[in-house]
């Protein structure tokens, strides 16, 4: 552990993120591979994206991936595929970011919202469960923040109702249950490029993957306007490609993406030492405070690093670490059953129980797999001072 006296009397900033620095190991490799496609005019379907997606199909241990624009696209195109449309029934979580429901809503479907585990902050399966009805044509579970959602359960569940899983691992990829990866439980399973990602691109990009040989060839299709062959469309798709440049420069970013998984998981660990040298681990010391649960069957890869801080002060120690120049944020303040576009959906407030309270009292730390330990510790000292100043200790 690095020395605490010293680390913590430096007052630099500690950003929420740094795209740039560890973007600035790999720049020459990434400008070699991104000048290649360049010289080779191939923009788009280039041979590069070929390589991707068979490397991630290998990777969610699936049999085929098809690449797209944004991990929003391969929402949405994963329903287009299931023919899901007016009438239909998704049930996805409310604690999500946007694109997991809205994707529902541009078919015309109904948005199903359930509640969340309290702990995991994943889809509760008991809730997807009652959830059910005889319109339910699709569940996507969302595996928040890089752990997996209890996918055993929902699978279950699923199969005994006859229902597709979507898997949405935007936050996940990487990440497995019970030693299965993300992306290979559900019928398909979607993967966001976003360069805040845990393999993050250079803009927007995403992938789908499945095992099904139909599907797959459905959703290729669906991507490029439903055109097969060129000016003639069997379907009404969309243009939604995963770019030439996008491709190569994940490339070379794949044969980094087990150093940024234990980059992330050893930083985890080190915030769960401080944590506990600080007193504020839930065992002792200060009671306001609660740390990341951790599913004994995930394998966890930290996109986020969430506390949980209740009676009114998560807000007050955010802009306390604002102001001490360390970056926070809240993933997410406001359920998407509290969205002003969803409330003709009828969620009274009180009806997500666990949602909403986790959209009260959640704070995301930076935890970048380029994150220096002196940072992790001016992070740790600066919300143990607020505690100290602000919240009560455990008798």
């Not at 590069?48 to 391969?74: I, M, P």
């Not at 996008?246 to 940024?260: E, N, P, S, T």
């Not at 998981?265 to 769960?272: H, I, L, M, S, V």
């Not at 666990?354 to 600066?382: D, F, G, K, N």
Request: charged fraction near 20%; hydrophobic fraction near 40%.
């Amino acid at each position: 552990m690095p020395n605490s006296h010293q680390q913590c009397s430096s007052n630099i900033p500690v950003p929420l993120l740094d795209v740039g620095r560890g973007n600035s190991v790999i720049r020459d490799e990434v400008l070699a591979a991104i000048a290649e496609v360049y010289d080779s005019g191939r923009f788009l379907h280039g041979p590069q994206v070929t390589d991707l997606e068979n490397y991630l199909a290998a990777r969610c241990h699936s049999k085929f991936a098809v690449g797209c624009a944004s991990g929003s696209d391969a929402l949405l195109l994963a329903l287009m595929a299931l023919d899901i449309g007016p009438g239909d029934e998704v049930i996805v979580p409310s604690f999500t970011f946007f694109a997991t429901a809205s994707c529902v809503s541009r078919l015309g479907a109904k948005i199903v919202f359930v509640d969340i585990d309290p702990r995991t902050y994943n889809i509760d399966p008991n809730a997807v469960e009652a959830a059910i009805t005889t319109r339910t044509r699709a569940i996507i579970p969302v595996h928040l923040f890089g752990q997996s959602a209890a996918l055993t359960e929902i699978v279950k569940i699923a199969s005994r109702n006859d229902i597709p899983v979507i898997e949405d691992a935007a936050q996940a990829i990487g990440a497995a249950y019970h030693g299965r990866p993300v992306c290979s439980w559900g019928q398909m399973g979607c993967i966001s490029f976003y360069p805040t990602k845990n393999l993050g691109g250079f803009g927007d990009g995403g992938m789908l993957t499945t095992d099904n040989e139909q599907l797959a060839d459905r959703l290729r299709l669906l991507a490029g306007h439903g055109m097969r062959p060129r000016y003639y469309h069997s379907e009404v798709g969309i243009n939604s490609r995963l770019d030439t440049f996008q491709a190569a420069g994940l490339l070379v970013k794949c044969r980094h993406l087990d150093h940024y998984t234990l980059a992330r998981q050893t930083n985890a660990q080190r915030y769960f030492e401080l944590f506990h040298e600080a007193g504020l681990d839930g065992a002792r010391g200060f009671d306001d405070l609660t740390l990341p649960y951790v599913d004994p069957a995930a394998f966890h890869v930290w996109n986020q690093f969430s506390l949980r801080i209740p009676f009114g002060r998560r807000d007050a120690l955010r802009t306390y670490l604002q102001q001490s120049q360390i970056g926070c944020e809240i993933y997410y303040p406001v359920p998407l059953h509290e969205q002003t576009c969803f409330r003709r959906l009828g969620y009274a407030t009180g009806s997500l129980p666990h949602t909403e309270a986790a959209a009260r009292e959640i704070l995301h730390l930076p935890i970048y797999p380029e994150m220096r330990p002196e940072e992790q510790t001016r992070v740790v000292s600066q919300v143990a001072s607020f505690f100290r100043a602000n919240c009560r200790a455990v008798a």
